[in-house]
Nanobody, 122 residues
Framework: QVQLVESGGGLVQAGDSLRLACAAS????????MGWFRQALGKEREFVAA????????FYADSVKGRFTISRDNAKNTMYLQMNSLKPEDTAVYYC???????????????WGQGTQVTVSS
């Protein structure tokens, strides 16, 4: 089992950048496929990005492709989401998630963090 804690959220202006981090407990972080999701107020949770165990493969939602970059540092048990050119519609609670299944998709995540709020003002 893995525990996940997000950090790095905050209030920024449109066009700004922000980097989120997801710290994982345990010594088996490298065995998990990791992902970022977000949920805006009144909306369903949506997939943002995913990264393979080694970090060699990534997968993005069309809405963030070219603006967001997912990465991980297995030596530090941490995953990141670099968010550039932020828009008001990126405002949401951002969650990190982990799964043991190796397939790089937006489905079947088993473990979730508590979330961190990102607010982008216009």
């Amino acid at each position: 089992q893995v525990q996940l804690v997000e950090s790095g959220g905050g209030l920024v202006q449109a066009g700004d950048s922000l980097r989120l981090a997801c710290a994982a407990s345990g010594r088996t972080f490298y065995t998990y496929t990791m992902g970022w999701f977000r949920q805006a107020l009144g909306k369903e949770r949506e997939f943002v990005a995913a990264i393979s165990r080694t970090g060699g493969s990534t997968f993005y939602a069309d809405s963030v492709k070219g603006r967001f970059t997912i990465s991980r540092d297995n030596a530090k048990n941490t995953m990141y989401l670099q968010m550039n050119s932020l828009k008001p519609e990126d405002t949401a609670v951002y969650y990190c998630a982990a799964k043991t299944i190796m397939v790089l998709t937006k489905y079947e995540y088993d473990y979730w963090g508590q979330g961190t709020q990102v607010t982008v003002s216009s």
